[in-house]
């Protein structure tokens, strides 16, 4: 409604009195515009609220009376000037169920000055469900856990408020405020919580919390949905819907999760800072970008890539509550919503039959305290109006409506939505690196686990000895599931970078991965060590694969050094390394399983020096390195072709610097005005200074290439050729003095290609580069999971990067904030950088590692990608020496599970939360559809049934007789089944 009223009416009206002599001038014809607005009064919403506008009149002030048809007198309103445009504005209640005639006299005084006769047709009746939540940063403006009691504060306010406001429904916008709210609270007011979501009063969200998918690995992210299942299962609870805010994009296999998962609704609340496409389109807010801008709301199935769907809704932002005046009151909330429904473009358009929308979230800002008066003001709001007609209920009760009366109408779209907040990871370089091991690490902790009934020694505490380990696997997820989550620091955090709470908040979130990465290192190690002293009898060390293949390769032997592995009597090709570990060449590990080897002390085998070279061969490949920069200049493989494309970075594997970009088209500021200004940009690269060849005898050479860049004070990259391996190893070990001046890293690699198709794995899946993306997703940088595929013609790379999951396409990042690109073959990794404006950390030193592989792979089979991709970024894990007296239970060789088809990968394997067997995750990565046939090996099984990945049951699976499990798996889907055997036959 306008903001008017009887006295400013007539006060207006005051300033009349020269006005009748003015009207004697020429003066062009008044103009009467009348539109019906969303408004629709109480009691029986037969009367429409009318809003008058007459232009081309020069009074101050006028009055516009209605008569129907009958010249009957419907109403007058009183015209002031309108807020935009020298125009007149007013509002009157007209009776208006179906379009009818109307006669409108607008007068001055007592003068008619124009009329208009018009059929007015009543606006659509809108049904508005508001999704009240409060968007969880875990931390940002304030300390983490002050910030997660404002939500524990939140519920306790939503319990109270079912009895008092009984048709309003707050919802937990994750399943983090719910589990922190059981974990902190009485267990009375626990149990109250969960039987008012079991009721229906209080909503709850399956997603843990608003996650950066793009740096998630594969069983990380198909554990997004997996502690709010793993609650629903305990205290049954159900859940349908998800909710993401803030967070402005995820990949393209996120709908396959969550409808994997038992989810199938989503709404997203995305957030366009430093996520220029997706700013809205008509708000001028682009900031000179040349962005089109990107249209809200949207409504669509969105699909994944194996034709599973969820039915979303994305919202611009997350704060419609205070957006719509909610806290002000119903007046203004009418006015607000008004126009939002009038005149938002989207709900204009032909392809939106809807007449329902949801409002999301009920305050913009981060962690607020829910407001009582808000939701006071939306019960009047309803006591004033039919429509619209607001229903503060869950998202579910939305979704469930509009698909039941337009599921046929809503589209569906496929591609990722953009990774563009994932880039403040790499503000924390080293933390990054240390979080994409882990989450391998933590996988592979699982994997081993289900070799526990045989490992276990059977005595009075062996029952509570595995449930501690398993307590302490869900603790080592929890904290990598937080790492992820989108808050990295407080909001002063660029602004105030050594203040209290800058300081704290980043020491509070660094435990995470500190605490997920020993955890996962030490239950790895530990549960090695078991297989190991369960096997052969002797010294020995055991090797374990947890990759869906078979294995050969290189791996890292700590405390290797001076030490023989031998196999079946055949000894390893080894070299001893300066810190006292050793290369290990080990052959043929099997798939999900191990090697039980044999250690003996032997003489030391270092690497042999060959002195000061650019050059190197072993296994086909030859590298030559750049005497200026100590980049890679030429790399061939045994086909002889050259893959270094000439362009001006001289090399693979050259590291660019970048400084500057303040205020900048960068997005390096709050203020999106900077955004019109380009980036400018002092590149640096590193230059040469030695390098020396060294033989590593039975497994091949490498080249050690000493740089100087400035800002840096050691840089040494090593780079390895295999006598029998198909790639090149890269290695940049890296000392950085920390700034607070605007910086990046890149490190370039232009291969030798023109227009390559690109495709790129992501958390369960892949994607094509372009193609696969939705409009306005980001195209400015993407995130690899292990690898990227170049190819073109017959010929392909692969690259991987298993330190940073950032990469560029064709350029550095400028600022382009592109809407489409075209690969050109040149690749970046976007290894750091300190661009925001909040959130991420304001500058970063010290010591990091950034490993490249690069292997040449034509097209043709599609799956090789994977295989090697996660060789290149999962080693193989290396138990500590032990020394077994007598045989124990194990053979020397072995692996949990069998299964023959190399077109699908193991994602996951781990025993079940309930204990009752295992549970596996499988993924197709052939593009084909397929039943799997899975068999007991290791680890035995009778029984099996689909589960979603949260682990609830479904149908039955029959069992062979020779144990096989059939499987069946959508193209590039996934799929999770439970394996066990019952107690009768254990």
């Known amino acids: ?384 109006f039919t429509w619209p007609r607001i229903v503060a209920g869950r998202a579910e009760d939305f979704f469930r409506d509009i698909e039941r009366r337009y599921g046929t109408k809503i589209p569906v779209r496929r591609g990722d939505t953009g990774l563009y907040w994932e880039d403040g990871a790499a503000s924390t370089a080293a933390h990054l690196a240390a979080f994409r091991s882990a989450q391998l690490a933590a996988r592979a902790a699982e994997i081993v686990a289900l070799w526990d009934d045989r490992t276990e020694p059977r005595d009075a505490d062996a029952v509570q000895r595995r449930r501690d380990r398993a307590d302490a696997r869900a ?204 980036p400018q940009l002092d590149l640096t690269q590193t230059k040469f200074a030695r390098c020396r060849r060294e033989r590593l005898p039975g497994i091949g050479v490498r080249l050690v290439v000493d740089r100087v860049l400035e800002g840096f004070p050691a840089i040494t990259s090593i780079v390895t050729l295999y006598d029998e391996l198909p790639w090149v190893d890269i290695e940049n070990r890296i000392t950085k003095t920390a700034t607070l001046a605007k910086e990046a890293l890149y490190v370039a690699f232009p291969f030798a290609f023109t227009k390559p198709t690109v495709e790129v794995e992501v958390s369960l899946g892949r994607m094509t580069v372009d193609g696969d993306q939705q409009p306005g997703s980001c195209r400015d940088w993407y995130c690899h999971t292990h690898w990227v595929w170049l190819h073109e013609g017959t010929d392909g790379i692969l690259w991987s990067g298993p330190d940073s999951p950032l990469f560029t396409l064709n350029d550095l990042f400028r600022g382009a904030w592109r809407r489409s690109i075209v690969p050109d073959g040149t690749l970046f990794a976007y290894a750091m950088n300190n661009y925001w404006h909040t959130n991420y950390a304001a500058s970063q030193g010290g010591s990091v590692t950034f490993r490249f592989r690069i292997s040449l792979l034509a097209p043709g089979d599609v799956a090789e990608p994977v295989r090697r991709g996660w060789a290149a970024c999962d080693p193989l894990y290396v138990s500590p020496s032990y020394r077994n007296q007598t045989p124990g239970p194990l053979l020397a060789k072995d692996r949990a599970l069998f299964y023959a088809d190399k077109n699908v990968m193991i994602a996951g394997a781990k025993p079940a939360d309930d204990g009752d067997g295992v549970i596996v995750k499988l993924l197709d990565i052939g593009g084909q559809a397929r039943t799997v046939g899975v068999w007991p090996a290791a680890y035995p099984f009778k029984l099996a049934r689909r589960t979603t990945l949260v682990e609830q049951n479904g149908d039955p699976i029959a069992v062979g007789g020779d144990g096989r499990t059939p499987v069946d798996l959508a193209a590039w889907g996934v799929a999770a089944v439970r394996l066990s055997t019952p107690p009768e036959a254990s």
């Open 1 to 384: 409604m306008l903001p008017s009223d009887r006295r400013t009416f007539l006060g207006v009206l005051s300033s009349l009195a020269g006005w009748t002599a003015l009207r004697r001038r020429p003066a062009q014809q008044p103009v009467i515009e009348v539109r019906s607005t969303a408004l629709f009064q109480q009691p029986e919403g037969r009367k429409n609220l009318v809003r008058i506008t007459i232009s081309g009149l020069s009074a101050p002030a006028a009055r516009a009376r209605v008569t129907d048809r009958r010249g009957a007198l419907v109403g007058t309103a009183g015209l002031l000037p309108a807020a935009q445009g020298p125009a007149l504005r007013g509002e009157v209640w007209v009776p208006l169920s179906e379009p009818s005639d109307f006669q409108i006299d607008v007068e001055v005084g007592r003068d008619r000055v124009a009329r208009r006769r018009l059929r007015i047709t009543p606006a659509k009746r809108w049904t508005l469900y508001w999704l009240a939540s409060i968007h969880t940063d875990v931390g940002y403006t304030d300390l983490q856990e002050h910030a997660l009691e404002i939500h524990r504060k939140n519920l306790d306010a939503a319990l109270a408020w079912t009895t008092t406001h009984r048709d309003f429904h707050f919802t937990a916008e994750c399943a983090l405020q719910v589990l922190s709210y059981l974990e902190n609270r009485s267990p009375e007011a626990g149990d109250a919580l969960v039987q008012a979501i079991r009721d229906g009063k209080i909503g709850w969200q399956a997603l843990f919390a608003n996650m950066l998918t793009g740096i998630l690995d594969h069983e990380t992210f198909a554990r997004l949905v997996w502690p709010a299942g793993k609650l629903a299962r305990e205290r049954g609870l159900p859940f349908v819907s998800a909710q993401i805010t803030d967070v402005p994009g995820q990949s393209l296999t996120f709908p396959m999760l969550l409808a994997a998962s038992g989810v199938k609704y989503l709404a997203s609340g995305p957030n366009p800072e430093r996520a220029a496409p997706l700013l809205p389109s008509g708000t001028g807010g682009t900031g000179g970008t040349g962005t089109e801008g990107t249209l809200y709301p949207q409504l669509y199935y969105w699909e994944g890539p194996d034709g599973s769907r969820v039915l979303h809704w994305r919202a611009h932002h997350y704060g419609d509550g205070t957006r719509f005046g909610f806290d002000v009151g119903p007046d203004e909330m009418g006015h607000r919503l008004s126009d939002w429904l009038l005149n938002q473009p989207a709900f204009l358009a032909q392809n939106w039959p809807y007449d329902s929308a949801l409002l999301y979230g009920a305050d913009w800002h981060d962690n607020a305290l829910m407001k009582e008066a808000v939701v006071a003001n939306v019960q009047e709001f309803g006591r004033r």
């Open 475 to 678: 603790a080592m997820w929890r904290d990598l599931l937080l790492f992820g989550e989108h808050t990295w620091g407080a909001d002063e955090s660029i602004a105030a970078p050594t203040s209290r709470q800058t300081v704290a908040q980043w020491e509070y979130k660094r435990r995470f991965i500190d605490a997920g990465a020993a955890a996962a290192r030490d239950l790895l190690s530990d549960a090695l060590l078991r297989l190991g002293r369960a096997s052969q009898p002797g010294r020995g060390r055991l090797v374990f694969n947890a990759g869906t293949w078979e294995r050969t390769d290189v791996a890292r032997v700590e405390g290797g050094a001076g030490k023989r592995l031998s196999n079946e009597g055949r000894e390893l090709a080894s070299v001893d390394l300066d810190d006292g570990d050793a290369l290990v060449l080990f052959r043929e590990v099997p798939p999900l399983g191990y090697l039980a080897l044999s250690e003996a002390d032997g003489a030391p085998r270092p690497p042999t020096a060959d002195g000061d070279a650019l050059d190197a061969k072993a296994g086909g490949f030859a590298v030559q390195i750049d005497q200026a920069t100590g980049a890679i200049r030429s790399l061939t493989g045994p086909d002889g072709k050259e893959r270094v494309k000439t362009t001006a970075w001289s090399g693979l594997n050259q590291l660019v610097y970048a400084r500057g970009g303040e205020h900048s088209a960068l997005w390096t500021s709050g203020d999106r005005d900077d955004l019109k200004n380009p």
